[in-house]
C-alpha cells in the first residue's frame, strides 16, 4: 500500500481543532463523509475524537486508499 502526501501531525491538529467539522476529511478528499460530519457535527463529538485517535495511531487514509503517513 503506497502512502500519501499529507501530514499525519498537521492532520492531527486539524482534526484536533476543527474534528467536529470535518476538515480534516475534506484535506484527504473525504468529501462525502466531511459532509456527514458538518451535519453531524463530528458524530456529536464522537466521529471525531475516534478520527483523532485514527490518525495517531496511522490507521487513518486518504480517498484513494493511501496510509497517511
Given at each position: 500500500?503506497?502512502?500519501?502526501?499529507?501530514?499525519?501531525?498537521?492532520?492531527?491538529?486539524?482534526?484536533?481543532?476543527?474534528?467536529?467539522?470535518?476538515?480534516?476529511?475534506?484535506?484527504?478528499?473525504?468529501?462525502?463523509?466531511?459532509?456527514?460530519?458538518?451535519?453531524?457535527?463530528?458524530?456529536?463529538?464522537?466521529?471525531?475524537?475516534?478520527?483523532?485517535?485514527?490518525?495517531?495511531?496511522?490507521?487513518?487514509?486518504?480517498?484513494?486508499?493511501n496510509?497517511?503517513?
Amino acid at each position: 500500500m503506497a502512502k500519501s502526501n499529507h501530514s499525519k501531525m498537521m492532520l492531527a491538529i486539524v482534526c484536533f481543532f476543527l474534528g467536529v467539522i470535518g476538515i480534516h476529511r475534506f484535506m484527504v478528499g473525504k468529501v462525502g463523509t466531511g459532509v456527514l460530519m458538518i451535519i453531524t457535527v463530528g458524530g456529536f463529538g464522537v466521529w471525531a475524537l475516534i478520527d483523532f485517535i485514527v490518525i495517531l495511531t496511522g490507521g487513518f487514509t486518504d480517498s484513494d486508499g493511501n496510509k497517511i503517513k
